[in-house]
């Protein structure tokens, strides 16, 4: 299935997912930036791809268990609304938009990401009031 991928439209929004997310998720180039990382994390959350969801959590803080395995949901959308690098630091404001059980919702999250040995990691994210 992933194959097809290659010439589609990318998740995040990319235009072409092999040349954005797929490069980081198929073929394991690093990402250089937190929000690359944000990107591709958005985009194997759509993939289910568990395990490079977790393999970009840092070990500090990712959970024992799977993380990607909700088939109710049905990933529409991201919209990238920061990205604050402070050097081996940084965090990415984002929303994703999905639907459940065919109800929209928004996912807001600020995103905290730590760079170690030149490998961006996610840590964890904080969700804004309204």
């Known amino acids: 299935m992933r194959e097809k991928q290659g010439t589609m439209p990318c998740p995040c929004g990319g235009a072409d997912y092999a040349a954005c997310c797929g490069r980081f998720i198929e073929r394991g180039e690093t990402p250089r930036t937190a929000e690359e990382l944000m990107r591709s994390r958005y985009s194997a959350f759509t993939l289910k791809d568990d395990a490079y969801l977790k393999s970009s959590w ?45 109800r929209a919702h928004r996912l807001h999250e600020v995103s905290r990401f730590v760079r170690e040995d030149g490998r961006w990691f996610y840590v964890d994210g904080s969700f804004p009031e309204k």
């Open 58 to 102: 840092h070990p500090r803080t990712r959970p024992a268990e799977a993380v990607a395995q909700d088939e109710g949901i049905k990933w529409l959308g991201l919209d990238v609304r920061r990205h604050v690098p402070a050097g081996d630091e940084a965090t990415v404001e984002f929303i994703a938009r999905y639907k459940v059980g065919g």
